[in-house]
């Protein structure tokens, strides 16, 4: 009934032996993303009797209104007919077939309530828009028992987006590191040759160069446009020894939840991280006892710098958080130097002194990154400037319910940098 597509037969295809396939159709609009993701779910309900599939997005609207109508569709061309060949509950919003399959359609706003499902397949509509707690999740799902007659079966997530201007979780994970059963299918939209005469010529003129390269050619964004920091590559990330000779500085950024502290060794001019603390609900002893744990036969000094308001009382102790760090320190033997600035310096400084010892004016690299260090990877290629302004991007509290991995947004940077702006502080 259809001929497809070359990314499109692409997507729906499995071209390894895995017994789960994770695929994404990344492409421009009008490149027929929601048309193959569709057009799979019900090839699978019809392929396996009996099978259990959901469709979701993050919001239920855009589920009923692209995706599901999209299923209507399919069924119509292929000649079903309501009532003889499937049924369509609206109460349920369960598309049920006469072999006994069934496809539910939900959102993805409170992914708690999906946890008792038991799924043959998933598919994600915008799957840059659902947050990565979510992805998997859905993971975790795919755990409905396989039936004798299911000759050929394989587990199945499967998503279309367009593509990220930044560098969020699906370009981590199709692109930057894929598993071998992870696939990512990239689909412009010239390539569909059933679109109108001159519907890309149509778009680019009402485009920018960046917005049609990224939406209508389907190529990666300018992950670098609007970043707090610059010029940060792959040359900055490197393996990175503990030396237990060799001074140990512990940087701090306080918060309970999540308390974010970094680890480096220095030279007169290079800094070198290569451990991260990143805990939620905890304290700073706690946080003081997994560095112990971790590291805890240390010969060289301890030196900690962080955040000047550390160094105040509050409430819930009558001691600052260096003097639990120093007290509780000293109780495994490290005698700490506590070595921090007498106030916080305006932020814009500590950006500008981070970003000199990433990549000098000269091109000299300074600063280097240990791959184990992630929470703070993920804010140097992540944390940006709200558009137009000076001011950081942060997450809200509403953000941050639904992804946790954005609590962690900001405070490993403002860990390292404290200690970039302490020995080498750059003045504005």
């Not at 071209?15 to 090839?43: M, N, R």
């Not at 130097?337 to 990433?358: G, H, L, M, S």
């Amino acid at each position: 009934m259809y001929k497809l597509l070359k990314a499109q037969r692409e997507f729906l295809e499995i071209p390894h032996e895995y017994t789960l396939d994770v695929a994404v159709y990344q492409g421009g609009y009008g490149s027929g993303k929601t048309f193959s993701g569709s057009l799979l779910g019900i090839l699978l309900a019809l392929k396996f009797p009996g099978i259990r599939g959901l469709v979701g997005a993050q919001t239920y609207t855009l589920v009923r209104d692209t995706t599901l109508q999209t299923y209507f569709e399919h069924l119509d061309t292929f000649g079903f007919q309501r009532g003889v060949d499937y049924d369509w509950s609206s109460t349920l919003q369960i598309i049920t077939f006469t072999n006994g399959s069934e496809i539910m359609f939900r959102h993805f706003d409170e992914p708690d309530k999906l946890k008792s499902l038991n799924l043959g397949f998933a598919e994600i509509e915008e799957m840059s828009d659902i947050p990565y707690d979510t992805f998997k999740m859905l993971l975790g799902r795919m755990r409905q028992k396989i039936k004798k007659s299911w000759k050929g079966f394989r587990y199945r997530i499967f998503g279309h987006t367009n593509p990220e201007i930044n560098r969020g979780w699906v370009y981590k994970t199709f692109i930057e590191n894929p598993p071998p059963n992870y696939r990512l299918i990239s689909a412009p939209t010239t390539q569909n040759i059933y679109l109108p005469d001159g519907y890309c010529d149509e778009l680019k003129k009402l485009y920018d160069e960046e917005y049609y390269n990224v939406f209508v050619l389907a190529q990666s964004g300018n992950y670098d446009r609007g970043l707090v920091v610059k010029d940060f590559t792959d040359k900055n990330v490197k393996d990175i020894t503990y030396q237990s000779e060799m001074d140990l500085y512990i940087s701090c950024d306080f918060n309970v939840d999540p308390m974010c502290w970094v680890l480096a060794h220095k030279t007169d001019d290079k800094v070198f991280y290569f451990d991260e603390i990143a805990m939620e609900n905890t304290t700073t002893a706690k946080a003081c006892e997994e560095i112990c744990r971790r590291y805890p036969n240390h010969r060289g000094k301890v030196i900690v710098n962080g955040d000047a308001s550390g160094d105040n009382r509050s409430c819930t102790s009558e001691y600052t958080n260096y003097v639990i760090i120093k007290k509780k320190l000293l109780q495994f033997g490290y005698d700490a130097e506590i070595q921090i600035k007498a106030f916080n310096p305006p932020i814009k400084n500590r950006i500008a002194a981070f970003n000199a010892k990433v990549r000098s004016a000269e091109g000299e690299i300074c600063l280097y990154v240990d791959k184990k260090c992630e929470k703070l990877l993920y804010n140097i290629y992540n944390l940006r400037y709200r558009e137009g302004t000076s001011r950081i991007d942060l997450p809200t509290y509403q953000q941050i319910k639904q992804s946790r991995e954005l609590k962690f947004l900001s405070h490993p940077f403002d860990a390292a940098s404290y200690l970039v702006d302490f020995y080498w502080p750059i003045g504005i």
